[in-house]
């Protein structure tokens, strides 16, 4: 390997480190002032994989595929205007045994928004869902992240449990599908919920990063499960308060 390439491998590990160190310091900052919400197990042999922003036709026929090859189910936060969209990927992805969550209508910072448009995010998306698949989602995460007490209140009447993140690599900056899996790996713990994107920008990436991922779940011994599993009544009682 040439000094030149060493150096640059160096300088990615050290920036990818620091990806890692940053969304620890918002995450440690938002469980603290944020309505309370699932952010993963403590001392768990699962691991939650998550994939954000679908459906899309760029990403979500060659995941579904990648996962049935690997025996793997996952869960798939969906934007509701891109359910209505495609409603027949919609449609696949519940066919295919995976769970589906509601990340709003149209991705909006929730809350910058109106309580009455806090709604139509929520109630229009999840209305969607159950028309395609005959169930309405049962875990929201917020787009962006970022909930406000209206928001917990909607989704406390919508009996929605929300969710958060343990690694979230910032895979929508595009830097290649081996610094995510490195990313997450850094993270890779017990009871964690990773967090992947879907979009027409970043589907090989995602694609190869989640199957890295799935290997390295399972050289560690981890089982991967879809993110309800882990809401026992007591986790979905502090998820509503």
Known sequence: MSLFRLIANEFDH????????RIDLVSSVLRKVQPPGFWGEH???RIFLTFDDGPSP???PALLEMLEETGTKATFFLIGQEAERYPQLVESI???GHSIGNHSYSHKYLPALGIR???KQIIRTNTIVQEITGSAPEVFRPPYGMMDARVASCLGEQRLSAIYWTSAPEDWAVPGAHR?????????????????????ELGKQTILAAKQIIYACRDKNFELHKVESCLTSESR???DS
């Open 14 to 21: 050290y920036a990818d480190k620091l990806a890692v160190a």
């Open 43 to 45: 001392s768990s042999e």
């Open 58 to 60: 760029h990403t979500t």
């Open 94 to 96: 519940a066919q295919a």
């Open 117 to 119: 448009e806090i709604e």
């Open 180 to 200: 995510v899996t490195r990313r997450v790996n850094f993270k890779l713990k017990g009871g964690g919920i990773v967090v992947l994107h879907e979009g027409k």
């Open 237 to 239: 009682r502090i998820t």
